[in-house]
């Protein structure tokens, strides 16, 4: 019998009746489809990435039928985003299981690079299993019966400095585990992974673990371990050599606390993608009699944050092989191309959302906060329409880089565009409000409305090396009268070249001064987004009105 991490004691044989019972929505409901990147190729081949957007240090797992992903969030509110899917190419974003960060008032400001780290989804005795780590807090767990939600509020399960990238392992012995690595900028030391003991809930750590596996000579910052049991053998899955240039390590031992055998399992090889490692070992429920073995990983690509890619994954006497291995040498290296996994069924094309009209009560499930939101600064389904509330930036702080309000969401593709419409509405005593569109990274560019006094201005706005505090340099485009409608738009062009410009009638756009390189942020990608802003505290506030946001190619 093989035993899996991914289903804890269920292992893999969930009934018809359990799987459908936990699939979150009815497929061909409310399904999103993007008009920039699509992986399913309508002919039974899908192309990588699946997920052209950064979903950074993705994890899986198979309840009967069902996939389930989830990803790093860093900074960004709400986290650890849920994504569901029948065929593993095609994936709908389902939800968040963190909708506040804790501690609460520590992610009140912006946190960049900081907050949730690679994070583990696993399935166990009828719940879902989500263990992420704080590096500067420690490894918090959050529970759900159902993967949409709604999710427990994180408990601490071992609290610490440098504690990242856990993943449990419900062994058939009853007992429970917990492997892990280190970050060298807290704990002073990486390139190690420990393995400790836990309670049977899963909830807390009860020893101070070992150090099954040194990576200094061979595999230097190896991390992102992920633990499975098959054949009688423990296996750990692990990256190493750095997340643009390294490899897919895989570990393997008869004993939970090794020694362990060491075996490169992919790498880059002649493929172009670069250092593919840190993922998902998954598998198909059989049809006809077979199963198959799949994996899920990431691609570095800058400014576009890290993209997940589905690699053919198959056992060779008790080792996998990832990819492609032309030269059957045991190492695979990563597709471009494919035949979708056998599933026995063919599903709808499906994307993470995009676009938004804001006709609902809630955000679209693809916006995230730059910190922990507050319920004054959005009011969504405002008869059609985003209305986004100003709200004072920190005190002390040099750029947008530092306020929290910042409503954003990935770059969906290498290539697209963005254009939104809005109304702004300033406090008449107040100036120096501003709204707009805005590409975030280290360093951003904007375009924006900014109040004045008699009227507003619009803005094209650059600021270099906003993550040292910089300031931003404005450009004064135009005035524009109170009442009139405008609209936004930024084109981004292969290289993450960004050109910005505008219109008063939505069909004749000016360029908004030069195209911007687009930057990546702190450990993620550059992003697209909203923001409303005031630097005076006062009793009440402007707002902008955002009828639409539409991304196309």
């Not at 192309?47 to 990803?71: E, F, H, I, Q, W």
């Not at 790498?267 to 598998?283: F, L, T």
Request: net charge neutral.
């Amino acid at each position: 019998m093989r035993y899996y991490l991914m289903l804890g004691a269920f292992g893999l044989g969930m009934s018809a009746l359990s799987a459908q019972s936990l699939s979150p929505v009815s497929e061909g409901s409310g399904n999103s489809v993007s008009k920039v990147w699509v992986s399913d190729l309508g002919n039974g081949q899908y192309k990588n990435p699946v997920l052209n957007a950064d979903y950074s240090d993705p994890d899986a797992c198979r309840v009967g039928d069902d996939y389930y992903m989830t990803a790093s969030s860093f900074d960004a509110v709400p986290g650890l985003p849920i994504l569901h899917s029948k065929d593993l190419v095609n994936w709908r974003l389902i939800g968040h299981a963190l909708h506040r960060q804790v501690p609460i008032e520590h992610f009140e400001k912006t946190q960049h690079g900081n907050g949730v780290w690679a994070p583990a989804i696993r399935f166990h005795d009828g719940e879902f299993y989500i263990y992420y780590p704080d590096p500067d807090f420690g490894i918090y767990l959050v529970k759900a019966k159902n993967p949409a939600g709604p999710w427990s509020e994180p408990v601490l399960v071992e609290g610490g400095k440098g504690l990242i990238d856990p993943c449990p392992l419900w062994d058939d012995n009853g007992k429970a585990y917990l492997v892990h690595g280190w970050a060298g900028s807290r704990a002073g030391i990486k390139s190690v992974i420990t393995v400790k003991t836990m309670n049977a809930q899963g909830d807390k750590v009860t020893d101070e673990g070992a150090i099954v596996y040194d990576g200094h000579e061979k595999d230097p910052t190896v991390e992102g371990p992920k633990f499975y049991k098959r054949n009688g053998y423990y296996y750990i899955f692990a990256p190493a050599g750095g997340v643009a240039t390294g490899w897919q390590l895989v570990l393997r031992s008869k004993n939970v606390y090794g020694p362990y055998e060491r075996r490169v399992v992919m790498h880059e090889g002649k493929s172009g993608i670069n250092g593919p490692h840190q993922g998902a070992w998954v598998d198909t429920k059989a049809v006809n009699g077979k199963s198959e073995d799949w994996f899920l990983h990431f691609q570095d690509k800058n400014e576009y944050g890290r993209v997940v890619h589905l690699q053919p994954m198959k056992w060779v006497h008790n080792w996998p092989v990832i990819g492609a291995d032309a030269d059957g040498d045991g190492i695979g290296e990563p597709v471009l191309t494919y035949k979708k996994p056998n599933v026995g069924k063919t599903y709808p094309v499906m994307t993470p959302p995009e676009s938004d009209e804001f006709n609902s009560i809630g955000l679209g499930k693809q916006w995230q906060w730059q910190a922990n939101p507050k319920g004054i600064w959005a009011m969504p389904g405002n008869e059609g329409n985003l209305r986004l509330y100003s709200y004072k930036t920190p005190e002390g702080g040099k750029n947008l880089w530092d306020v929290p309000n910042v409503l954003m969401q990935k770059f969906p593709a290498e290539e697209f565009i963005v254009t939104t419409k809005l109304q702004f509405s300033p406090n008449t005593k107040l100036e120096n409000e501003k709204t707009g569109l805005v590409i975030m990274g280290q360093s951003y560019a904007g375009l924006y409305l900014k109040s004045k006094k008699g009227g507003r201005e619009l803005v094209h706005a650059i600021c270099e090396k906003a993550s040292e505090g910089k300031p931003e340099t404005e450009k004064v485009l135009t005035n524009i009268k109170s009442g009139t409608p405008l609209y936004l738009r930024v084109k981004v062009s292969k290289g993450g070249k960004c050109q910005f410009s505008f219109s008063t009638d939505g069909e004749r756009f000016e360029p908004a001064g030069d195209a911007f390189q687009a930057e990546p942020g702190r450990w993620i990608g550059a992003k697209v987004g909203l923001f409303c802003t005031r630097d005076t505290q006062t009793n009440d506030s402007g707002y902008a009105d955002y009828d639409w946001f539409r991304v196309t190619p």
